[in-house]
């Protein structure tokens, strides 16, 4: 919840009840509204009145709810007052509802001053705004005025704690809740359920379900559910997957979010197979799939480019065998599997059923078929697309032109890339780094270096720049074999105390192995393990090339004990390596009799 200052109408309105409280008089000024109330007061009593009054607290906007609550001192109750503290609490007036709550406790009337639905409704307030510690302090304030807090004020009060991550404090309130006399319900044990999951104290968990069971209190679908889902998103599927069988066994049927939790995940990890069978085990079991579980099961199956699948569960969907219609999102998983595998024309017949199913294309959909289209090199079909997409009231947002400068530079359109930032200005978007940097290795990839230079101190004087913009310009030069500017940028790079990653590493070993600078290759061999990368076998063929060159046939050796130590597995090609470097020569010949084990590797 965002936290708001009650506007200027709102604090005139409660200064106002403050008012009327302190004069026990009605205000002179009576609002329209508040002259009907006064007459039901004489002609059918105070409670129906009351009871009218409340109906249309519940519907009128702040800051009106105060206002005609200050009118009205002979027809408000605790209820009028509730209803505008849910008002106020709703839109985050957290300050104003407080002041409320005071004034309400100053009331001469009995039956208008707060009881436990006051207080809690606050709690609940202040919780949801990380204000638990302040929330307890209400609880305190409560019980000094005599109110006395129930089941559903004492769980609101540990599901803020637990959501604060103060599940020892949650406990507390659990035992003085006990120690009262009020008996704690299958809610309030799942709220300490998952303040324990949240803070990873999984062997508290089992704590839960005992206390419960010495209670009598049965755990439901619900507490299940939770536990299940806090197992799954904390990468524990397999014992989620073991909580729904324990579950079953006794006697409780999952539910469809129960299953749509297990099915997510299994998508996540990948095993789509699996969550296909869960669904199976749905239907088998009664429980009739939702949107949720269409949408998650599309989207897993077009995440391991399944698309035959994933249309075959769409046109389930559209074809009427289930209760379940497809939405912008189902529909847009689909999509996105069919670009990335490059089924355009699929994609485009999917976006037209869309229509037919009276679904509204929206920016995701105009940005997946833009880079659908690119990424087949159909440009002038991506362009359409974006053309569309202006025409139907939609604006481009920086994704979208991320789209288009990373489809356009990878077909090495570099010359259309300015326009595009020209024209993401020129529409209100400042160009980001994200946007430079594919520009920048475009560029680089064409060797136009003295291009990428310029366009480097560019995004140089508007960016902090990062590993990539360095890691760009490196493999730049290495691909032309220029060493001075290579190492410039290494240089610059390490200043600021950024670390090449493997890849810049291995180019860099590459560029100088093959220049024949050994040295300076061994060099960066060093920072690279120093810095706590491994290298991979292609660092060692370029090394092992180089020295075998040479004829260094103690380098090349020493080079292959150093593979053999870090467990680098062989491929024929550094076999081949091998065997070329130190055949070269007579001492080498005799050297690969003794290394039979390395070559059969």
């Given amino acids: 919840m965002t936290r708001k200052h ?58 009106e709810p105060p206002a005609l609550l200050s009118a009205l001192p002979s027809v408000r109750d605790a209820v009028s007052y509730n209803t505008v503290l849910g008002a106020l609490c709703r839109q985050g007036c957290l300050d104003a509802a407080l002041f409320l709550l005071r004034l309400m406790s100053h009331e001469p009337r009995l039956a208008s001053r707060p009881n436990a639905v006051s207080y809690t409704t606050l709690m609940r307030a202040l919780c949801g705004d990380r204000r638990a510690g302040q929330a307890v302090g209400l609880l305190r304030s409560m019980q000094a005025c005599g109110v006395r807090a129930d089941v559903v004020t004492y769980g609101t009060l540990i599901r803020g704690l637990c959501d604060a991550a103060d599940v020892d404090k949650a406990v507390e309130l659990l035992n003085e809740m006990c120690e009262s006399g009020i008996e704690p319900n299958v809610v309030v044990y799942s709220c300490l359920l998952q303040g324990y999951c949240k803070a990873g104290r999984w062997e508290s968990v089992g704590k839960v379900f005992e206390e419960m069971s010495d209670r009598g209190i049965e755990p439901d679908v619900v507490m299940y559910t939770c536990l299940i889902d806090s197992l799954c998103r904390n990468g524990k599927v397999n014992k989620a997957t073991r909580v729904m069988d324990m579950m079953m066994e006794r006697g409780l049927e999952p539910n469809v979010v129960t299953y749509n939790v297990l099915i997510n995940s299994k998508c996540k990890e990948g095993s789509v197979r699996e969550a296909l069978d869960l669904r199976r085990n749905m239907l088998e079991k009664g429980v009739q799939p939702d949107t949720v579980t269409y949408n998650t099961l599309i989207t897993g199956l077009s995440g391991v480019l399944e698309m035959d699948e994933a249309m075959g569960l769409l046109e389930e969907m559209i074809q009427g065998e289930t209760m379940v219609k497809p939405d912008v999102m189902t529909f847009n998983s689909v999509i996105h599997g069919l670009c990335k595998t490059g089924r355009m024309s699929q994609a485009v017949r999917v976006r037209s059923m869309m229509a037919e199913n009276g679904c509204m294309c929206n920016l995701v959909t105009f940005n997946l078929l833009i880079g659908g289209f690119l990424r087949v090199h159909k440009i002038s079909k991506a ?47 400042e160009p980001e780094l994200v946007h430079y940097i594919p520009y920048l290795k475009a560029v680089c990839d064409q060797g136009m270096m003295a291009w990428a230079r310029t366009l480097f101190d560019e995004i140089d004087m508007k960016f902090k720049l990062d590993v990539v913009v360095y890691s760009t310009m490196i493999h730049g030069a290495c691909k032309l074999g220029d ?28 560029m100088f192995a093959k220049s024949g600078d050994l040295e300076a290759a061994k060099g960066v061999l060093n920072q690279m393990t120093a810095s706590g990368f491994v290298p991979d076998v292609a660092v060692f063929d370029s090394l092992i090339q180089g020295y075998g060159a040479k004829g260094e046939t103690e380098k090349v050796l020493e080079l292959i004990r150093e593979m053999m130590a870090k467990d680098i597995a062989l491929d024929s090609k550094i076999v081949s390596t091998i065997v070329s470097s130190l055949g070269a020569s007579n001492e080498g010949q005799a050297l690969l009799q003794s290394l039979p084990d390395l070559i059969q590797k």
């Avoid at 240089?491 to 070993?509: G, Q």
């Fill in 483 to 510: 060493k001075k500017t290579a190492e410039e940028f290494l240089k610059y790079m390490l200043d600021e105390r950024l670390t090449p990653d493997a890849v810049t590493y291995s180019m860099l070993i590459n």
């Fill in 383 to 429: 362009m359409e697309m974006m053309n569309e997409m202006v025409s139907s009231g939609l604006k481009p947002d920086s994704f979208t032109y991320s789209i288009l400068i990373n489809g356009f530079c990878k077909m090495w359109h570099v010359d259309r890339v300015e326009s595009l930032l020209s024209e993401m200005r020129s529409r209100g978007i």
């Fill in 6 to 63: 009650a506007g200027p109408g709102v604090l005139r309105a409660l200064v106002a009840v403050a008012a009327s409280i302190a004069s026990a008089e009605p205000s002179r000024r009576v609002p329209r509204r508040a002259a009907p109330f006064l007459a039901v007061v004489f002609r059918r009593g105070r409670a129906e009145a009351a009871a009218r009054l409340n109906h249309l607290l519940r519907l009128l906007p702040l800051p």
